[in-house]
């Protein structure tokens, strides 16, 4: 090896650079930086007679053509940037292997070195602050995120003006990363919590380093501490930085606010852009001496306007509405106090209990967490029983939306509250942190930590339930506590098999996953042969398989386990509501009737129990009982949206539309602020027949958040309009957000066939649309909107038998619903079977389906020809005049 290469211990030798060295049209000068990815050296640009720093990738960090050619990619999206405080990226090229790009020089300090003196100017720090923000939000809205924000990636120039240096390292948003899979782009100390534990991260964890940064500037001294790299992930991911006053006095007063906002653990109570800070910034400024109203707290603090006392005007507000006090209502409070900048928990608690974080990456470690959400969820849902403004959100519909932050589930659901937290282990015991964050405001209002040794961990889940009760300012009486803790066991190794059971709920759809979901329950009666609960989820388990595979012998175990659930303990509500809809299926409804009044008397506000009791007497034919309970559930929980929904759907699918209107305005008059929400008023408006007002609903949808529900069911619209380009763009943008939703795909293919497109497209969107169905099938091979759905798809695709068999079984299944008799005739009038498609066609308008409906369907063009059928267009039409 010659003496001017050298090998380190990497793969292949490469070449020493040394001053007078020539790279292309540079010439070496010095070396003058080395970092964990990099080393950087002073070079004269000999064409343009410049200064200039050329950026070498170390020799082991992109070996492959494929990664310099994917370094080169993001190095030149970053060379497109172009703002006064990023450092410019002139080149981008190799060098005997090794990939470099070419930027300015910036004669200057790095940030922590140019505010090393004890005497902060806060004035500067929070302009520069400001110009960094801005050279952020300039990359931010191109794609592009930095990842490594540091002191030592910031140069201040000779004029006090930041430089933002290493973007040509960045990740760009949505393309292959330069790292390995698994591995983490960045320096330790300034992670977000996000990019510590392997999750997905956008621009706002430039942010958070933003924060760390900022926070060792004003006080010396890093936010998060620890004797090593595990100890000091760990405090970014659980603990909360000291305050600021701590360490330095006269920080002015409203930028520890901005600091400890930029440090939220939670990306969704962060600034959600850097352009938010630079408004706060500029406040800041502005009103240096003065109390900084317009920003708000992300620390908990004591009641008052960022700590002063309330006086004057304020004082005499407050003596005026005590006095009022019995004329103002709770949520007028709750503006009242929130205009004054004290917020507490809302009167109105509609709760999303969000996925935990953990610092350990192990699968058991993300069960366990899994696990927690599903039963705390399910506990505080109990809680709806004794406290009725309290709403919580079902577990399942947190998963199944990806709703990861208070903000999601704010626009998700329109919560106004949500739990977030982190479980790990610590040495031989749990220590889990709760929040409960306030979802309006985006803020942490309360925070505990709960920790217990692991052979304690049974202890662990009422502890948590009853710490969030108080922390919801819910008192809970004795009796309700015992309530909360029925079915669960003292053995802690049982507990652990009960609570990884939990965490694999959500794959109990999944024929593949649903077995260890089974092992996990048994070991756990293994080890507690008296454990209720885990009976409960057994039988839930075996009842999944029997679905799958239709051997009696795994019906028999569901029902077995279900009932050992109900010896064990009579006052759980959940087995019963379990075995009322295995009788549902079987059409043993008296069974069924009695299992689900047995949970109501358990626990009065179940609402999964009243919906299955409203269906056992539907399934009776006895509609004026089943709208009984409808109503009645409605009553229970006069707040709950999903009460009115069932009962909406109840007066559709039997053409009342007046009564189905008049319920769904009590929908809109709870004032909802989720998108789910509006996504499912406007579908009643639709089915309704009301076109205009199931528009305007979606398009609220979309306003609140771009969602792929409200744009699949605006193509539907537009389609049925036969306004098919509009149609068109609704799906794709739909498809852009989610493509694993058959519905979506059949709208499509039924599309592409309106449009005359190419037969083998539709054809193929048909079918990717039928195996999505089917596969939901597999797992609820009873519901009758898939089979009808099937059903149309089978048609279109010339598969009459199977279409036939597929609308028979949904009409047997529910008899009584007029959608399904517009689908039968759908299905018959493409067999060639003319006679039966009269006859359900016939009798959808008989039973109250509007005109319109079958008139928007070009395949019964011919059919509305026929006297029996034309007869009723006639009658409209005569009614219109």
Sequence with gaps: MGADERNDGFTR????????????????????????????????????????????????????????????REAQASARLDHSNIATIFEVDEYDGRPFFAMQYIEGLPLNEYFKDDKISFDELIDISCRICEGLYSAHKSGI?????????????????PKIFDFGLAAIQGTEKLTEPGSVLGTIGYMSPEQLQLRKVDHRTDLFSLGVLMYEIITGRSPFKGDNRAAVMNSIINDNPEPLSRYKNGVPEGLEQIVFKLLQKDPGLRYQGANEVISDLKL???????????????????????????TGYILSLIIVVLIALPLISPSLWDSIFGSLGIYGVPSKKHLAVLPFAGLEKEESVSTLNDGLLEILTAKLSQMEAF????????????????INSARQARQAFGATLAVTGSMHTINDSIQLIVNLIDARRERQLRSAAIKYPEEKISALQDSTLFELARMLEIQLRPEEKSFLSEGGTESPEAYYYYLEGMGRMKEIGDPEKLDS????????????NDFALAYCWLGKAYWNKYRFVKDSAWLESAENNVRRAIELNPDISKPHVILGEIYNEFRETDKAITEFENALNIDSTDNSAYKGLAQAHELKNDIHAAESIYKKAVKTKPYYPEAYFDLAWFYISRARMRDAEMTTQK???LKPEGFTDWNNIGALYFYMGKYQKAQETWEHSLIIKPNYGAYSNLGALYFTKSQFEKAARMYEEALRLNDSDYRVWMNLAGLYQRLGSDAEADSVAYMKAIQMAEAQKRVNPKDPEILSHLAEAYSVMNMHNKAIEHIEKALSLSPSNVNYYVSAG???????MRADAIQWVKKALENGVPTQRIENIPEFDSLRTEPEIEKYFTAAENEDK
Excluded: W
Excluded at 284 to 310: A, E, H, N
């Design 13 to 72: 030798p490469y070449k020493v650079l040394v001053s007078g060295s020539i790279v292309k049209n540079y010439k070496i000068i010095s070396k003058i930086g080395r970092g964990g990815m990099g080393e950087v050296y002073l070079a004269e640009d000999t064409d343009l007679n410049r200064m200039t720093a050329l950026k070498f990738l170390l020799p082991h960090i992109c070996q492959d053509e494929s990664c310099r050619s994917r370094f080169k």
């Design 145 to 161: 995120i930095h990842r490594d924000i540091k002191p030592s990636n910031i140069i201040i120039d000779k004029n006090g003006h």
């Design 284 to 310: 800041l400024q502005v009103m240096k001496d003065r109390s900084l109203s317009g920003l708000k707290t992300v620390k908990i603090r004591r009641p008052g306007i960022f700590g002063r006392p309330l």
């Design 387 to 402: 406290h009725g403004k309290l709403q919580v959100i079902p577990a399942s519909e947190i998963r199944q939306n990806n």
């Design 517 to 528: 979901v089974i092992i996990l329950f048994n070991q756990a009666i293994r080890t507690d």
């Design 667 to 669: 929908i809109i008059d």
């Design 826 to 832: 759908l299905v018959y009038e493409l067999a060639d």
